[in-house]
């Protein structure tokens, strides 16, 4: 008998010399003829002097006659199956779970089969269990590991958990931390969407209010005043017909009062002085 596998010989009363067959979840020990069960991790189907292990990311209990995978998210551990803990992950067959590490990869849950993704506006927390909401100043599109600081031209988030920045409106520019945004001073304008709102140098420009889209153009008669942040007349003797940093002096032979948009002729014999003509 114990020539044949899976058997082991007895002696019976008689003395007479008898086989045992060694059935599934045992296997044939010879040395000792006896039928031992298969340990854990090991099966057999029967008539075997040596009981199979288990493949890979399988398990089983003590005499068993096959090996049963774990269900994805959870993992062998001797006779039963552990739950993958949060933060990580466990495959179909895995023997251990895996970390979620990938970009924007997070797992709030026991026992998941695959990592989650942060969503748009969301980023992975630091023990990658959970998700956070992108701070003020910063947004995501999801699925990055961290949220993008608005630092582009007019950019800002006044809100926690954007998917994207948003565009500082005309009249205003991003407030120096980017998280709300703030009106044009006076003697600027912007026409939106810039870092910072634009000086009114322009010939004749100024802004003589706050939030601005555009710079205003002095009138016929006036000029801006060296600030830019409003208008003023033309002194007498000068004048504008509008759009100019300065007020243009008047001919020779010709006057203006103040505020003037051009000048007039002194009759003949006269002198301009001022606003006036005198002999």
Do not use: W
């Not at 002696?11 to 067959?21: D, L, R, T, V």
């Not at 890979?56 to 005499?63: D, F, I, L, P």
């Not at 269900?71 to 552990?82: A, E």
């Not at 003797?237 to 020779?252: A, L, N």
Request: proline letters at 7%; one cysteine or more; aromatic letters at 6%.
């Amino acid at each position: 008998c114990d020539e044949t596998p899976g058997y082991v010989s007895l002696s019976g009363e008689s003395g007479a010399a008898a086989c045992e067959y060694c059935g599934p979840g045992f296997y044939a020990d010879q040395a000792s003829h006896t039928c031992k069960e298969c340990e854990i991790d090991s099966y057999s189907v029967g008539g075997v002097n040596e009981c199979t292990s288990c493949p890979s990311g399988t398990n089983n209990a003590v005499a068993s006659t096959s090996c049963s995978p774990c269900s994805p998210g959870n993992i062998p551990t001797g006779t039963s199956c552990d739950q993958c803990e949060k933060g990580k992950y466990g495959e179909f067959g895995a023997t251990s779970c895996a970390p979620c590490d990938g970009d924007g990869q997070y797992a709030d849950e026991l026992g998941l089969p695959s990592c989650k993704t942060a969503q748009s506006g969301y980023k992975p927390t630091p023990n990658r269990q959970n998700v956070e909401k992108c701070e003020l100043g910063s947004a995501s599109f999801g699925a990055e590991d961290d949220c993008t600081p608005c630092n582009g031209d007019g950019q800002y988030a006044d809100e926690t958990g954007l998917s994207a920045c948003k565009s500082s409106p005309a009249g205003n520019k991003p407030a120096a931390n980017r998280q709300s945004v703030e009106m044009c001073e006076l003697g600027s304008a912007s026409s939106g969407a810039q870092d910072a709102c634009t000086p009114c140098n322009g010939d004749g420009q100024y802004s003589d209010e706050l939030g601005l889209p555009s710079c205003k153009t002095a009138p016929a008669g006036k000029k801006p005043t060296s600030n830019r942040q409003n208008i003023e007349n033309c002194s007498p003797g000068r004048y504008s017909v509008g759009g100019k940093t300065e007020c243009d002096e008047c001919e020779v032979g010709k006057f203006s009062n103040e505020g003037a948009v051009g000048c007039s002729q002194c009759e003949p014999g006269e002198v301009p002085v001022g606003n006036t003509c005198e002999l």
